[in-house]
């Protein structure tokens, strides 16, 4: 094979390998889609950041709880490792209770 041949060749593996990734990885996010459930405000991208890291936020959105039911699952969650400071889980809490509060 000449060089510019084998050149064209490696060019196009490249580019699909690329494409293939690329395109493999968008599903994989965990704010596809899920952004959109929440609504902009104190707390959502703390919520978005923190609480994606082990599950997706898709659950969440569909829950709707008391202040109380809120705080026992956010601490569940911090027992469960979540990697936030109690100032971070204040805030995420609020956020909870006032856009996914039992109405």
């Known amino acids: 094979m000449n060089p510019a041949a084998y050149c064209r060749r490696v060019w196009h593996v490249l580019a699909s390998?690329?494409?293939?990734g690329l395109f493999l990885c968008l599903p994989c996010s965990p704010l596809t889609g899920a952004d959109d459930?929440?609504?902009d405000g104190p707390?959502?991208?703390l919520l978005l950041k923190i609480c994606t890291q082990c599950h997706t936020a898709d659950p969440i959105a569909a829950l709707?709880?008391?202040?109380?039911?809120?705080?026992?699952?956010?601490?569940?969650?911090?027992g469960y490792g979540?990697?936030?400071?109690d100032e971070e889980l204040g805030i995420i809490l609020d956020y909870l209770v006032k856009n996914f509060g039992k109405q």
């Open 17 to 20: 390998l690329s494409a293939a």
């Open 37 to 39: 459930k929440f609504p």
């Open 43 to 45: 707390g959502k991208a």
């Open 64 to 78: 709707h709880r008391t202040r109380d039911e809120w705080k026992d699952t956010v601490d569940a969650m911090k």
């Open 82 to 85: 979540a990697d936030a400071t």
